[in-house]
């Protein structure tokens, strides 16, 4: 494509101006050289909504390999309301730099290296009404600097070592506050549709007749037990959802064979001469026993 | 709302801002992310854009991503959701009862009664069937609406209506909506995926998530959970990192060579711009696809360890992760192909039910928990119903299939600044139509584009000579009562 580029050089420091200019409409009243730090850094500096003064700061996408010495630069932005440092590499240590970013509503620390040393300088962010610690290093003494917020009404602790007293104590400080630690699988009551009946469920034999066996239908996954009762080996045929007969095999008498079906398929059966005896269409239960009953001749 | 599409790429605007060689070697300076974020162009007036970077929203958004649990089919609201009492003990009654469904316009009918028993959960006391043992668990988190309304009791056109706000195909759907308005905060995946039942694609295919009139950059993507999960995706054996990026390369200058004589062209963009999304994607898609990240704790959370709800539960999983991210919206299919294969049951309801109940209660249920448990439900928005609900009396002489019903339905909506554990609105005694505080599909949009910070009514694309919105040209309110 270049070759259709022809003018070229004088253009240059004219762009360069209206690059200066674009900075400074795109993002005011925030520093220039903490923007472009944060953004080298992978990170994200975004406006909330329009027309508002209130800025949301990432690092969890792009910017994980953000550390301690990097959130130097998220200190010296103006009205940040949010925050989330999900997954980067920062510990508590690097905290001390959030402890004047009282305009912080919304702070995501979670799964990051963060510890007890240095939860202190959360306590003084007033405004905070939600706290992620999930997956962090956190304890009871933790929590205890968070009495002072009194806003914060979400604080996530799951896969942390607080402990149910130290929950407890938080939430008789921070009464509106709806702290989540997660679900205990063991206590979610178990289900109470029973699809897998552990006997295997008797399935209808329909004796062969002048009328002919349905196509089957699509249905669910399923196992059947076939049972040769009579005293000739029998063919076992699947009716297609085109209708179109398929061999599964032959079974001797006495046999059985455990075969892989769906629900609402039919199983026509017939002798070595390919005479149809009968058919099963199997229902939903995940284990189903298909008995061919002797022929009375 | 984003002004006019004007197609012009960083490129472009450099060749005809009149720099040559220099120009460019300074913007490959400047990198990517630079003009991408830019507003306006050089001229410092004409709007300049990367169609999917991050937009400020019109408000605070509740939510960053809203994941939709297409129940595809459309699902029986009086034997999940909606307890008509007035309906047990009545099985196989005629009652008169105005109904309009595939079979046409009927008077009277036959009463199917619900074949489960509803029991009460949660602090709110809703009453659930036992079609969801696991997710009636999570009703303190879940707001009901049980006054759904739609256009049309045909699977096409309603399809269409539940994805784009109307019956005729053409229009963006939700996902593209979102994108639209909001662009995406990860450059590496698409904005708006769709995941789809493994037995196959819903009735018109990529209609449900095709951009419409949009550029074609806001289609929706299928992804798979499992295998390779965008497909065509991979480079072709035999050849490096560094030849692939030759060829893109090269291709890249043939295409925007060709670009340059056809300006304007949207889908030409798009699709050049696809290249380098594809390419992006060959590290990223299999990373997010990856679940031998997570633990067994939460494979089992999410039903994975069940053969029947193995496959919707990997694809909730995905979602989840998919969420973390930074994917706009999730679409996710339960139920596909045709007759049972879906919430379809013109048949047996109870077989019908309790395949796509059991396949998909721990999933969602699992999701939920999961989310919320990580601090993602805050700003997640999770959508819950089909493209209508089904009616009370029987479709036939015999058996307990129900027909289609758009006059009343359910959804239900959770997180994402949804108020938990209400219902709003209600049906009649057998649940035949919306009775109290009627709600149209363009309500439902309506709300969801709002808790992610978008004006339904100010949220407009220009074209065919009017300024187009998903809740369609004369607006819609959100539903303030569920709102938090």
Not at chain 1, 62 to 91: M, Y
Not at chain 2, 272 to 293: C, H, K, N
């Amino acid at each position: 494509m270049y070759r259709y580029l022809t003018s070229a050089a004088p253009a240059i420091p004219i762009l360069l101006l209206v690059v200066a200019s674009f900075d400074s409409r795109l993002q005011a009243g925030q520093p220039a050289d903490a923007l472009a730090a944060i953004k080298k850094l992978g990170g994200s500096v975004r406006l909330l909504r329009d027309n508002a003064n209130e800025w949301e700061v990432e690092f969890h996408l792009q910017g994980r390999e953000l550390t301690d010495k990097g959130l130097t630069h998220v200190a010296a932005l103006n009205n940040v309301v949010s925050l989330n440092l999900r997954d980067t590499k920062i510990t508590g240590a690097g905290l001390v730099h959030l402890k004047n970013l009282t305009t912080l509503r919304s702070l995501h620390l979670e799964r990051t290296k963060v510890g007890d040393d240095g939860i202190e300088n959360l306590a003084g962010l007033v405004n905070l009404e939600y706290l992620n610690l999930y997956g962090t290093n956190v304890t009871d003494k933790s929590l205890e600097h968070l009495t002072r917020l009194k806003k914060l009404n979400r604080l996530y602790v799951w896969e942390t070592k607080v402990t149910d007293a130290g929950v407890a104590k938080l939430a008789k400080a921070l009464p509106e506050s709806r702290i989540v630690r997660g679900v205990d699988l063991a206590k979610l009551p178990a289900t109470t549709i029973k699809t897998a009946s552990k006997a295997p469920v008797l399935q209808k034999w329909i004796a062969a007749s002048d009328e002919k066996p349905p196509k089957s239908k699509l249905g669910v996954n399923i196992s059947v037990v076939f049972e040769n009762k009579t005293s000739i080996p029998v063919k076992l045929f699947w009716i297609s959802y085109g209708g179109e007969l398929k061999q599964y095999g032959e079974l001797a008498p006495g046999a059985m064979r455990r075969q892989n079906s769906y629900s609402l398929a039919t199983w026509l059966i017939t002798d070595g001469n390919d005479t149809p005896l009968g058919y099963f269409i199997t229902t939903a239960d995940q284990e189903a026993l298909a008995v061919i009953p002797n022929q009375k001749k | 709302m984003q002004g006019d599409f004007c197609g012009r790429t960083r490129r472009e605007f450099l060749w005809e801002s009149g720099c040559g060689f220099g120009a460019v070697a300074l913007s490959a300076l400047l990198g990517e992310d630079f003009f991408g974020s830019q507003q306006v162009r050089a001229d410092g007036v004409t709007p300049f854009h990367n169609p999917l970077a991050p937009r400020p929203p019109h408000f605070e958004p509740k939510a960053r991503s809203v994941i939709f649990l297409f129940m595809y089919g459309g699902p029986s609201h009086m034997d999940t959701f909606d307890y008509k009492p007035a309906m047990y003990g009545r099985d196989n009654q005629t009652v008169e009862v105005r109904t309009f469904g595939r079979g046409g316009h009927r008077n009277q009918g036959r009463i199917v009664e619900p074949r489960w028993r509803f029991r009460q959960y949660g602090e709110c006391g809703k009453r659930v069937s036992d079609l969801f043992p696991y997710l009636a668990q999570r009703v303190d988190d879940i707001a009901f609406l049980h006054s759904m309304t739609a256009d049309s009791p045909i699977h096409g056109s309603a399809m269409l209506m539940m994805n784009s706000g109307r019956i005729l195909s053409g229009h963006p759907a939700l996902g593209s909506w979102v994108n639209y308005g909001l662009g995406t905060v990860n450059q590496d995946l698409p904005g708006f995926v769709v995941m789809l039942d493994p037995r196959g694609g819903p009735i018109s295919g990529a209609r449900n998530w095709t951009s419409g009139y949009m550029p074609a950059y806001y289609e929706g993507t299928v992804m798979r959970s499992q295998g390779t999960a965008i497909l065509n995706l991979d480079r072709p054996g035999g050849m490096s990192a560094t030849s692939q990026r030759q060829v893109l390369d090269a291709l890249r200058d043939y295409n925007d060579t060709h670009r340059m004589t056809r300006p304007g062209n949207s889908a030409l963009n798009a699709r050049i711009a696809g290249y380098e999304l594809a390419y992006r994607m060959q590290s990223a898609a299999p990373e997010a696809v990856d679940l031998t990240q997570e633990t067994n704790e939460t494979r089992q959370l999410y039903g994975m360890d069940e053969s029947r709800s193995e496959a919707f539960g990997r694809q909730c999983l995905l979602a989840r992760r998919l969420v973390e991210r930074g994917v706009r919206c999730i679409q996710i299919y339960s139920g596909g192909n045709h007759n049972d294969a879906n919430w379809d049951a013109h048949g047996d309801l109870a077989h019908n039910h309790n395949l796509h109940a059991g396949e998909t209660d721990k999933p969602i249920a699992g999701l939920l928990t999961d989310l919320k448990r990580r601090g993602l439900l805050d700003s997640t928005l999770v959508v819950w119903g089909g493209e209508f609900g089904r009616q009370p009396t029987a479709e036939y002489a015999r058996g307990t299939g129900r027909d289609h019903n758009s006059y009343g339905f359910t959804m239900w909506l959770a997180g994402g600044g949804i108020r938990g554990g209400v219902s709003v609105g209600a049906t009649d005694e057998l649940g035949s139509a919306a009775v109290e505080r009627p709600f149209h599909v363009k309500h439902l949009h309506a709300t969801i584009l709002r808790q992610l910070g978008l004006d339904p009514n100010r949220l407009s694309y220009f074209h065919g000579g009017l300024d187009q919105k998903l809740v369609g040209v004369e607006g819609a309110e959100p539903i303030r009562e569920i709102i938090a």
